[in-house]
């Protein structure tokens, strides 16, 4: 069945790094766009970065940007988030999701029908 998996989280202190890695399975990985997303306790989920099938166009949001790197690795069905520079605020939940053709750079939730069941990362200050 079509399916997500993420991996690689973990605490980390402040300053640190880590790299999350989604691994897809059941479904033609190179027609589908990929997104990370992250959930704080409390808060809504928001778009942290997007790549796109084929030429892999990039975008982050904001908070993220020059501190994330997401990559895509067609021969593994694999997507990687590579997070540098990490702060207590990027403490969430993170997911990664697909869709075919998102808007908003691909950092809009509900545009996004596939979803992993997420992994933990915690920055400590």
């Known amino acids: 069945q079509v399916q997500l998996v993420e991996s690689g989280g973990d605490l980390v202190q402040t300053g640190g790094s880590l790299r999350l890695s989604c691994a897809a399975s059941?479904?033609?990985?190179?027609?589908?766009?990929i997104s990370w997303f992250r959930q704080a306790p409390g808060k809504e989920r928001e778009g942290v970065a997007f790549i796109s099938k084929a030429d892999g166009v990039k975008f982050y949001a904001e908070s993220v940007k020059g501190r994330f790197l997401i990559s895509r690795e067609e021969e593994k069905n694999t997507v990687y988030l590579q997070m540098n520079s990490l702060k207590p605020e990027d403490t969430a939940v993170y997911y990664c999701?697909?869709?075919?053709?998102?808007?908003?750079?691909?950092?809009?939730?509900?545009?996004?029908?596939?979803w992993g069941q997420g992994t933990q990362v915690t920055v400590s200050a």
């Open positions: 059941g479904f033609t990985f190179d027609t589908w766009d």
């Open positions: 999701a697909a869709a075919v053709a998102p808007t908003a750079h691909g950092l809009r939730p509900s545009e996004f029908k596939v």
